[in-house]
């Protein structure tokens, strides 16, 4: 047998999209195979096709040289394959067993539910491959590490031999992605194999032994890793030479315009979500707040915008006090802010465009009078910006903003922000899920604002990105700011040594 | 004051019954994740089934006939099937076709309303239908005799209140015990995860709101072959009493027994307030008793919304893409 | 054909009419089943509904019962109409309409006054009221996130109750127990030259306060920026708040202002369409609504011109019933009524069909 899977020239077609395009895949026993490509390459649809949540509109899937047809979830499961959802699946409410033997439960000879040979059983396998968990704890008590090695036992528990790893390390601590990546090793040892659908490549050149790239739904090839260097694979998904540095020049900052003083947000935990947190920045610089996500760069972005309510400490925007003040009132005293969440915060989907682009507006002259609006200044509006950011759209104003692309949607949001000349651009993780050409846009747009003299501030998850497009770095870690550095005198080391909770050394 | 429990406490189990058994049926609904607002309607429609078919068993009987208990059984049947099937309509609505579960249940209250009254006139040429003989009230041999809880709880009952608990018991059991308890109650936290366990979630909630029908029927049947006695369209909100009483009981199966006996009782009294000596003297309007639980109901939720109580996914259509 | 069927908002706009046409059908096989000609059935319909007899309207009188019926469905359409706008489901429609008949009904039987001070001051009141009445689930919604579906009903039952109280103890009818007294000549909304001029039918004040404020009600929704504020709250509230809207406030104002309107709804009712308040079941008027607001897809046009087809149904069936050769169930109405909220919930089933037919081939599974 030289491989249990092949997925042979699989073709899947949405309406408007090829989601893959004769993409084929082999996945040799006992190894792990990583599947690489940017958001949207179609990674994902692939691997739901051969977990049976779609069906291919042509190609052959083979389980160990046989072809076979995967209908349904539980059909893959006959045959052994088993997923680790990027969301897990999990009841919060159950405990752990009880999500682990969902759908297959052991039964005592009343009929009932035998929960004690249950969680033996997980115990067990629990050891065997070493997971930690607590089978008695409900889901919701439980760390993200450990969900996540619940949905690991779900596949094992279910004699899962071929196991399907979507985007794992996204939602981990450093410490967990290690302990992770061990464990991966561990079952490859003990006789299974893995798919790993992932961006990441340094976890790929750590512990994948082959590797093949989605590009656009169009499958580009399949490389050996240790033939090959992060570069190389980097160049395979976004299909051109990647500059892996932003041309900026070197930043000029001036007066400070954000101002934090000790902001602390004591949350129901007895630790505060955000601790006594202090920084400025200033006109002409891009500051970055870098760090793991969950250690309270959400909540400290909430803090300075006004979504949530701080407990203890100062913001102060050009000098003035803000903290105490509503949301609009700090967007007029000069706050930008490009949301986390696009479709949660940034738009209202149902909206037109031009609706979408009043949004922070809508109530001033001229777009509205004496609480009446008028639509013909709205259109102007909205065509002048379209045109000078290049929101592409079915219908140009009208266009819904459900129906755009990711890009074109966060084009409109950056419009809408940038357009009004806030002195402090504030964006949040403003690439994600964006293709590249959308990425470097974006980038440009944030620089070219830090040289126009405003103040950017920066949320970001990704370690190349902060390092490209910052002028300083903040890291946080548990709701506390590590330590600021400049960009040029750092590097992903000792940022990653910051993220995970250790000073810059020498500090101590 | 004993003397006034004795007095009340026949009443109110018997009260207590029909919203138990149907808020029990929401239970199964609302668990697997399918909001139930048709509960009304599908209570009147087996409230009419149960009178009809009693109607038309006895119809050629001769006054004096025995009414026997085969007879009731055969009413209380239909009330379940024609309950259980009618709800098929919101199942079909709000699980396949992604309705909007609100209105679908309006929906249903509406139909069932009209169509209970448009077939009672068609059929027997009148919108209002007299169960002539229905459930026999009796004390339980031997138990009726154990000093204070056998007078409370087993004299002048109907068998129908037993039967109720019977099923609660057995609901309780296969829910929190069974494999098919733990599935369901994962559709209705958590659908995703139940559906990537090989759980076939539509199936499940069909389940789940086909026996809220059968539950909500009987106890529509249960009301117009006890103290009702007469099919009149309608169950007076006693549908969205048992909604009420599911929250007021958090969707566990033991606290909506405790809820529904509680809200039994001020329905109880509501009825008596004119009647009973002892309420009477107390002075209070016959309305405050009924709108008590609907009132509690409100404070209930306020304290519930501090940390989330109820099923996680209820009322969200189920999409198996979502992640 | 297929383009115009392509666009997504002309195949919203096609499904009410498919539901209306299920439950004609739905109309149709039931007067068949009770050994009726339907069209004999639906002849009698316009002849009751709008007077139509041998091909002309002899009298008004019939179109004035249709528009007094349509009055109270208006303005309950609007209620719920402006509730979905907003993103909230009031289903308190019928509690907010008989707290709001109530106010105006103590007030039109307990005081006597001029009458041009006593009608502005019941339908004030009655306004009022029903925003008060919405005001409790409104202010959990806002404040405590408690779901306005369930909390909505349980005043529906609250509001029974009160006004069952009120009628005991305070504004019984001295010949009924379970009615008011009548309301004074002053505090009426029927007026005499409409009277006269429809033929005794009851028509009055309330449909020019329907049409109104469904006049406002466009205006509001489609011109202004607070009407802009509460869609945005009602699509997205996430986004609604992270722009500056006050979310919670805007939550509160919508259902406070549905539940104004369904006030307004009780006292045409109550102070028009009847004379006194009664003892018993909720009106039907607030259920009603969420069939003409899904109808007339929430615009202030459409939520009358449903208004005025059940008005058609419900004012003509008497006339079905009264002229067939067999007896018709009284319910054949409402039945048809029934039928077109259940199509309408289950609009999917044919949009996704019209949608068939506009592409031409099977939908795919898209994310």
């Keep these: ?508 | 004051m004993l003397q006034f429990l004795y007095e009340i406490f026949p009443y109110a189990l018997a009260f207590t019954a029909p919203i138990l058994i149907t808020a029990i049926g929401g239970l199964l609904s609302e668990r697997s994740g399918v909001v139930n607002i048709g509960l009304e309607g599908l209570m009147i429609i087996g409230s009419f089934a149960g009178a009809i078919t009693l109607w038309a068993i006895t119809k050629n009987a001769q006054p004096g006939d025995p009414v026997t208990i085969w007879m009731i059984l055969a009413g209380l049947l239909a009330s379940v099937v024609a309950g259980g099937l009618f709800s098929l309509l919101h199942a079909y609505a709000s699980i396949s076709l992604n309705a909007n579960q609100i209105i679908s249940g309006t929906a249903i209250n509406m139909l069932a309303a009209a169509l209970a009254l448009f077939l009672s006139e068609l059929i027997t040429g009148s919108e209002r239908l007299a169960v002539v003989t229905g459930v026999a009230r009796v004390d339980v041999p031997g138990l009726s005799k154990i000093p204070f809880i056998g007078e409370l709880f087993f004299t002048k009952t109907y068998f129908t209140t037993y039967m109720v608990l019977a099923i609660v018991f057995v609901v309780w059991f296969v829910l929190m015990k069974k494999p098919f308890g733990l599935r369901l109650r994962a559709c209705g936290e958590y659908p995703q995860a139940a559906e990537s366990m090989g759980i076939n979630v539509i199936r499940m909630r069909y389940i789940g709101v086909f026996l809220s029908g059968c539950f909500a029927g009987l106890g529509g049947g249960i009301l117009v072959l006890t103290y009702n006695g007469e099919f009149t369209g309608a169950v007076n909100g006693l549908g969205f009493l048992a909604l009420a009483t599911l929250i007021f009981g958090q969707w566990k199966p033991w606290k909506v027994v405790g809820a529904s006996f509680f809200f039994g009782f001020m329905r109880t009294m509501s009825t008596m307030a004119r009647v009973n000596d002892g309420l009477k003297s107390l002075g209070l309007p016959q309305e405050l008793y009924k709108a008590l639980p609907y009132f509690l109901t409100l404070v209930a939720l306020v304290i519930f919304s501090k940390n989330t109580v109820g099923p996680k996914a209820l009322g969200e259509t189920f999409d198996s893409g979502k992640r | 054909m297929r383009e115009w069927l392509k666009n997504e908002k002309t195949v919203d706009r096609i499904a009410p009419f498919v539901a209306v046409l299920f439950g004609l059908i739905v109309g149709v096989f039931l007067i068949l089943f009770t050994k009726n000609s339907p069209i004999d059935g639906f002849k009698y319909l316009l002849q009751g509904g709008i007077g139509l007899k041998d091909g002309q309207i002899d009298n008004l009188q019939k179109i004035g019962k249709l528009l007094l019926e349509a009055t109270p469905l208006i303005l309950a359409g609007l209620a719920v109409g402006f509730s979905f706008r907003t993103g909230i489901f009031n289903i308190g429609v019928s509690g907010q309409m008989l707290i709001g008949g109530l106010a105006a009904t103590v007030i039109g039987t307990q005081f006597e006054m001029a009458r041009a001070i006593q009608v502005p001051l019941v339908i004030i009141a009655a306004g009022l009221a029903g925003a008060l009445w919405a005001f409790i689930p409104a202010i959990l919604k806002a404040k405590y996130k408690v779901n306005e579906v369930v909390t909505t009903i349980m005043m529906n039952y609250i509001a029974l109750e009160v006004v069952a109280y009120f009628i005991r103890n305070i504004i019984q009818s001295p010949h009924f127990d379970t009615e008011s007294a009548k309301v004074l000549p002053s505090a009426t909304l029927r007026i005499e030259w409409l009277y006269n001029m429809f033929d005794r039918a009851n028509l009055n004040i309330g449909i020019f306060i329907s049409l109104a404020i469904a006049a406002i009600y466009a205006f509001v929704l489609n011109k202004t920026t607070f009407g802009y504020e509460l869609k945005a709250v009602g699509h997205n509230k996430d986004a609604s708040e992270y722009a500056g809207i006050k979310v919670n406030t805007r939550i509160l104002q919508a259902l406070m202002i549905s539940g104004g309107m369904a006030g307004l709804a009780g006292v045409t009712f109550y102070l028009g369409n009847t004379d006194h308040i009664a003892i018993g079941q909720l009106p039907s008027y607030g259920f009603d609504g969420i069939v003409i607001a899904l109808l007339g897809l929430n615009s202030a046009i459409g939520i009358i011109l449903a208004s005025l087809l059940l008005a058609f149904f419900n004012v003509g069936s008497g006339a079905v019933k009264a002229n067939l050769v067999n007896n018709v169930p009284n319910q054949l109405v409402p039945m048809m009524i029934a039928v077109i909220i259940y199509f309408s919930a289950t609009a999917l089933l044919f949009k996704n069909f019209i949608k068939k037919l506009a592409t031409g081939k099977k939908k795919g599974g898209a994310k």
């Design chain 1, 1 to 508: 047998m030289d491989y249990v899977i092949e997925l042979l020239n699989i073709t899947k077609e949405f309406p408007g999209i090829k989601a893959n395009d004769n993409v084929t895949l082999k996945l040799r026993p006992q190894t792990i195979h990583a599947v690489l490509g940017e958001n949207g390459a179609g990674k994902s649809t692939l691997m739901s096709i051969l977990f049976g949540l779609y069906q291919p509109d042509a190609g052959q899937i083979r389980v160990r040289g046989k072809d076979v047809k995967i209908t349904n979830p539980n059909i893959a499961n006959d045959f052994g394959i088993g997923m680790v959802h990027q969301h897990f699946k999990l009841v919060e409410e159950f405990t752990v067993v009880e999500n682990i033997i969902l759908g297959l439960e052991p039964k005592n000879k009343y009929g009932t539910i035998d929960i004690k040979s249950a969680a033996e059983k997980v115990a067990e396998i629990s050891e065997k491959y070493g997971l930690r968990v607590d089978p008695y704890a409900k889901i919701k008590d439980i760390s993200v590490g450990m969900q996540q090695r619940v949905e690991i036992l779900k596949m094992l528990y279910r004699d899962a031999e071929i196991l399907i790893f979507d985007e794992p390390t996204a939602v981990l601590t450093p410490q967990e992605i290690e302990e992770l990546l061990s464990i991966m090793k561990g079952l490859i040892k003990k006789g299974k194999s893995i798919l790993l659908i992932t961006h990441k490549l340094a976890e790929i050149k750590q512990v994948a032994d082959e590797c093949s790239v989605l590009q656009k739904g169009r499958y580009i090839g399949t490389v050996k890793v240790e033939e090959t260097d992060e570069r190389q694979m980097a160049e395979m998904m976004v299909g051109r030479n990647v500059s892996f540095h932003v041309d900026k020049a070197e930043a000029k900052p001036k007066e400070v315009i954000l101002e934090v003083r000790n902001l602390t947000l004591q949350g129901n935990t007895k630790k505060p979500i955000i601790n006594d947190v202090s920084f400025d920045v200033h006109a002409g610089e891009i500051f970055c707040v870098a760090g793991i996500e969950g250690n309270g760069q959400t909540e400290l972005v909430e803090l300075i915008t006004g979504l949530k309510k701080q407990t203890g400490g100062t913001v102060k925007l050009l000098g003035s006090e803000i903290q105490n003040l509503s949301i609009r009132k700090r967007t007029e005293a000069g706050i930008g802010h490009i949301p986390e969440d696009r479709h949660k915060h940034g738009l209202v989907l149902d909206y037109t465009v031009e609706q979408n682009i009043a949004l922070q507006t809508y109530y001033k002259e001229p777009l509205s009078k004496y609480g009446i609006i008028n639509k013909k200044e709205v259109r102007k509006l909205s065509e002048e910006l379209i045109e000078r950011f290049d929101v592409r759209s079915g219908k140009g104003s009208e266009t819904t903003a459900r129906s755009m692309s990711g890009g074109n949607q966060q084009k409109a949001i950056i419009a809408r922000e940038v357009s009004r000349s806030p002195m402090l651009l504030i964006a949040v993780q403003p690439t994600r899920g964006l293709d590249v050409g959308a990425i470097e846009y974006i980038h440009k747009e944030l620089i070219s604002e830090r040289d126009s003299g405003k103040a950017v501030l920066l949320v970001s998850l990704e370690l190349d990105e902060v390092l490209d497009v910052a002028d300083r770095i903040a890291v946080m870690y548990e709701g506390e700011i590590m330590d600021t550095v400049l960009s040029k005198d750092t590097n992903e080391n000792e940022l990653g040594l910051m993220m995970t909770g250790s000073r810059k050394a020498g500090d101590k």
